[in-house]
């Protein structure tokens, strides 16, 4: 099969395929970790044209290296977006983009439901250096838009959220963004590719923790940022000076995880469908967050720009912080971890996970429940989830 041509392959063959240099050397079918920190060359001439852009290859192992490069372009092809670039972790992807683009004097406006470690540069590293930073209302869309109106350089948005899955127009906040003239970027990690394109929808900037869902095995940090051409410039340009490089080993764990993307992503979401639909007749659940249920407050917009519901939900229970301590170590059948995405269930509590880097008050601030569990579906036979919760569920 020749994969190297210019085509609109489906997202599942582009999962496999796409990316995947060809030949590769001594016809190996898989693309090698090539762990070699420099790359020589015999005359000046060729090295000079690698070292200024004219011609293809690499230099030293904080620019680039072939195996990140698969990595890379296999998510470009997935997001749909002119160029890629890479970092060792999602918060490093998202803390370049950033800092390349943002300087003091600059205005950004995004919302309290971002990512916690995200949220952090918000409010205490951005502010540090004179950028001026308006947090508004996640699902309050005319907020957002008149926030924006007051001036925006970088609208920065999130969807689904972490841990408490709501869900933010991407196509009408996109456009208010670029009425202003802001950059939009967008971390898709709870989504993925499979189930939501932002850039399709408008956005400059795709982002991910590639440890999560790309990844999918928990076994790999990792983080990627895709979109507009001259932006991908500024942001590779930061971080290969400022050296939050991926680690080529990891790239390749990524990049064999990526290959069954599609597959988990179809099952996580079909296990987290059920899941939600069961905990919502359980008289000791409070709340579930999923935006797949009707209930959903944004199901809606959920629907309109998402092509599934993806494999994360959350809950509460009666009782707060204190019986979902109690309830979380009853789980047979699910690591109680902060990572999420990998194909073994996970649950956390907040206060443990997404939002660690934050104070209770801090939580409280932006909304984030105490007494909340963070349910990343993996995919095991859904009866045998159903009947751990259930356990769980008749022992508080
Ligand atoms: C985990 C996560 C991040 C941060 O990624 P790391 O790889 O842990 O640095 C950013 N955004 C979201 C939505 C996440 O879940």
């Known amino acids: 099969m020749s994969h190297d041509e210019p085509r609109q392959d489906a997202p599942d063959t582009v999962a496999v395929w796409g990316g995947e240099p060809h030949p590769m050397a001594d016809r190996a079918t898989q693309v090698p970790v090539v762990h070699s920190v420099s790359f020589g060359y015999d005359d ?95 699902t309050d869309a005319d907020a957002i838009e008149a926030a924006v109106a007051e001036g925006c350089d970088l609208l920065y948005l999130e969807t689904p959220t972490n841990p408490t899955l709501k869900i933010v127009d991407l196509e009408r906040l996109t456009a208010a963004g670029h009425a202003q003239g802001a950059v939009v970027v967008v971390d ?26 790309l990844g999918g095995h928990a076994d790999a940090l990792g983080g990627v940022v895709v979109g507009r051409d001259d932006l991908i410039e500024r942001i590779y340009h930061y971080r290969e000076i400022n050296g939050a490089t991926l680690h ?25 469908q059920r899941i939600a639909e069961f905990l919502e007749e359980q ?15 944004q199901h809606e917009v959920a629907r309109k720009q998402m092509r599934g519901f993806g494999g994360m939900l959350s809950f509460g229970l009666e009782g707060g912080l204190d019986t979902v301590a109690r309830f979380f170590p009853q789980l047979r059948l699910s690591h109680a971890a902060a990572n999420l995405g990998s194909v073994e269930t996970i649950v956390a509590p907040p206060a443990t996970a997404s939002h660690v880097e934050c104070t209770p008050e801090e939580r409280a601030a932006l909304g984030i429940p105490e007494g909340l ?24």
Not at 79 to 96: F, K, L, N, Q, Y
Request: aromatic share 8%; net charge negative.
């Open 44 to 138: 000046f001439d060729e090295w000079y044209g690698v070292a200024v852009g004219e011609r293809p290859g690499h230099i030293y192992g904080r620019n680039s290296n072939p195996t990140v490069d698969a990595f890379e372009e296999k998510v470009r092809l997935l997001e749909g977006g002119e160029a890629v670039t890479s970092a060792a972790t999602g918060m490093a992807a998202i803390s370049s983009s950033l800092y390349a683009l943002l300087a003091p004097g600059k205005r950004v406006v995004s919302i309290t439901d971002t990512y916690g470690g995200t949220s952090k540069i918000f409010t205490e590293f951005l502010p540090r250096y004179d950028v001026d930073v308006e947090l508004c209302d996640t």
């Open 188 to 213: 898709n990690t709870f989504a993925t590719p499979i189930n939501q394109t932002p850039l399709a929808l408008g956005a400059d900037l795709v982002v991910h923790s590639a440890t999560k869902f």
């Open 248 to 272: 080529p080993e990891a790239a390749y764990l990524l990049l064999r995880g990526m290959k069954t993307l599609h597959l988990r992503v179809e099952r996580q979401q079909a296990n987290a």
């Open 283 to 297: 008289p000791q659940v409070t709340v579930v967050n999923y935006p797949g249920l009707p209930s959903h407050p």
């Open 373 to 396: 569990l963070r349910y990343s579906a993996g995919i095991e036979d859904v009866e045998d989830l159903l009947a751990d919760l259930r356990q769980a569920l008749a022992t508080i």
